[in-house]
């Protein structure tokens, strides 16, 4: 089978190479529009070759999208354009606004939407990864406005990546993903900003930054071509969120201001009830 | 040598076991007013026996006050009282309020103020681990206020355990561990509570949970007996910084609201300036 991958970063490069590897791709033809990752996804084989978009969506089987969120939806009417029986499946982190990108289009049924939960601080072919995926959860969003035979085939391509699927629809998986990963970001970037607001007055500080610092802050590394975009896309989601942290935050500042350290205590056991989901 | 270590938990008892390893201590006694923790500590090996705190302190050369910092603090002044040769040190997460308490007492010169910059969300004595510390830094504080004698072992003991050490006086110590561990502290389990908070609505969210999720959730485990007189004792600074970190929050919430993308972009590369500090 012949895959195209568009955007051969963090996501599209770790996909290319268990899909390689697995010998479910033959051949994977990369598309980027940076030229600077186009040389290292070669270099690093993480693609065979690379192409411009319309001749390499013309030969594959399987188009992956996996740029950034507003590029996708940007260029999935003009892949669905040059499709009839390829599969096209997006790997985005929001999913309401790509799946109303393609609603109308003719081909739609070719297009599956799917998440898959996994990533890291970094971005760009280097930051691919084996044995990336592995034993997380995939979203695959309103399967029934794809065609069976092209949902079959990324379950697929999920089954080997190693992952297992959950069915939500589109507006749904927007909230969820708000809450279990956009507003962590959220936070990361405001903490790392507030100790580098210090810093100003020095260095030192970061000498005593240890695993639990670095823990929460790791996230604050994130791309924000990656992240601008996202956060536009789920605005709406992240404000909510957004503002209720902001108010358990206000929890915390109030118990200390009026030194009401029962109630502190059980805001810290409250918090403790993570335990039941992060084993 | 014979050591105490008063309070035989994650942190009490990681030293032990490294301590013991060594061939520093001949012999390991523990205290604890938790009697389970006592016969878990035996039973893991991290002592070699336990005693009353007095008869444990005067047959030692060296005594490690390993509890919670409140306890740490009314439990210094006793210990003081029956020492004479005896080095006792804290490892205590404040240390303006222990070093005052130390501070009129004849014996202060036994005393070293220490804080080793390592910990992770679990507690007790099933939580020690081997190797914990190795690489990490170590603050002293007030060192001109302990015995040569008394530094030097202390310094001995850290060196053992790998780390380096920082010298420091106790009320900037207190400011820099309100940025760079007991903020996170806060931001987790304020974090936890909002989405813990959504959980009510169904569990299904927390299958979208992958790492960024848990990174930065994962302090949100802490025990509450160790943090709330953390943040009581250190409740002024965390003040301040909990304000800063909430108004870095409510620049990102502006962005949104008025749908600034531009600047949300800036915020977040502001951000990724945290990568010169963690590699």
């Given at each position: 089978m012949t895959v195209t991958?568009?955007?051969?970063?963090?996501?599209?490069?770790?996909?290319?190479?268990?899909?390689?590897?697995?010998?479910?791709?033959?051949?994977?033809?990369?598309?980027?529009?940076?030229?600077?990752?186009?040389?290292?996804?070669?270099?690093?084989?993480?693609?065979?070759?690379?192409?411009?978009?319309?001749?390499?969506?013309?030969?594959?089987?399987?188009?992956?999208?996996?740029?950034?969120?507003?590029?996708?939806?940007?260029?999935?009417?003009?892949?669905?354009?040059?499709?009839?029986?390829?599969?096209?499946?997006?790997?985005?982190?929001?999913?309401?606004?790509?799946?109303?990108?393609?609603a109308k289009h003719l081909n739609r049924g070719r297009f599956v939407a799917t998440h898959p939960m996994w990533g890291t601080e970094y971005s760009g072919p280097e930051a691919a990864v084996k044995g990336?995926?592995?034993?997380?959860?995939?979203?695959?969003?309103?399967?029934?406005?794809?065609?069976?035979?092209?949902?079959?085939?990324?379950?697929?391509?999920?089954?080997?990546?190693?992952?297992?699927?959950?069915?939500?629809?589109?507006?749904?998986?927007?909230?969820?993903?708000?809450?279990?990963?956009?507003?962590?970001?959220?936070?990361?970037?405001?903490?790392?900003?507030?100790v580098l607001e210090k810093e100003k007055e020095g260095d030192a500080i970061f000498e005593l930054a240890s695993g639990g610092f670095e823990s929460t802050v790791r996230l604050a590394k994130s791309n924000p071509a990656m992240w601008v975009p996202i956060f536009m896309q789920n605005r709406e989601n992240v404000l909510d969120v957004l503002n209720e942290h902001i108010a358990q935050l206000r929890k915390f500042k109030a118990c200390l201001e009026k030194e009401n350290y029962e109630y502190l205590g059980e805001l810290i056991e409250n918090a403790n009830g993570i335990k039941r989901i992060l084993k």
């Open positions: 991958i568009i955007g051969i970063g963090l996501i599209g490069g770790s996909m290319a190479l268990t899909l390689k590897e697995k010998g479910f791709a033959a051949k994977i033809i990369g598309v980027d529009s940076n030229a600077e990752h186009c040389q290292k996804a070669l270099t690093l084989r993480l693609v065979d070759e690379i192409q411009e978009m319309k001749e390499a969506v013309l030969q594959s089987d399987l188009v992956i999208l996996a740029t950034p969120i507003n590029a996708a939806e940007a260029l999935l009417p003009v892949v669905l354009e040059l499709v009839n029986r390829q599969v096209v499946m997006d790997v985005g982190s929001t999913k309401k606004i790509i799946c109303e990108s393609a990336a995926f592995e034993g997380k959860a995939t979203v695959i969003c309103s399967k029934e406005n794809s065609d069976a035979d092209a949902v079959s085939l990324v379950e697929k391509v999920y089954g080997l990546l190693g992952m297992h699927l959950i069915y939500m629809n589109a507006a749904d998986h927007d909230v969820h993903v708000a809450y279990v990963s956009h507003i962590s970001h959220i936070t990361s970037f405001a903490l790392a900003n507030t």
